[in-house]
C-alpha cells in the first residue's frame, strides 16, 4: 500500500523496549525476529507502548476473526462486542 509512515502500538511493555532496541529480552525469538525484518530503512517506524485498556478494542477484534477461515471477516454491521466497547469507552471519557 505504499505506506512509508507506521505507527506500531503494542500493550507488551517488553515488546516495546525490546523493538526501540532498549532490551535483549527473548533474543532468537521467531515472531520478534520477523518483526525486525519489517522494520526496514525504508520505513519510518514509531514503536510505543499503550496500555491494554487501549488496546482492548483491536484484542476484541482479534477475538472475533480468530476462528475465521482465512484469520479475516469483513464485517456489514459492528458487531455487539465492539459496540459495547467502544460505548463504555465513550461513557468513561
Known sequence: MCFRQVQF?????????????????????????????????????????ISRMHNLVADTVVALCRDSLFGSMVFDSVPAALAELVHKEAVST
Open 9 to 49: 502500538e503494542t500493550d507488551s511493555l517488553e515488546v516495546a523496549q525490546i523493538l526501540q532496541g532498549r532490551s535483549d529480552a527473548l533474543a532468537g525469538c521467531y515472531l520478534l525476529d520477523a518483526i525486525r525484518l519489517l522494520l526496514t530503512p525504508s520505513w519510518s517506524v514509531s514503536i510505543c507502548h
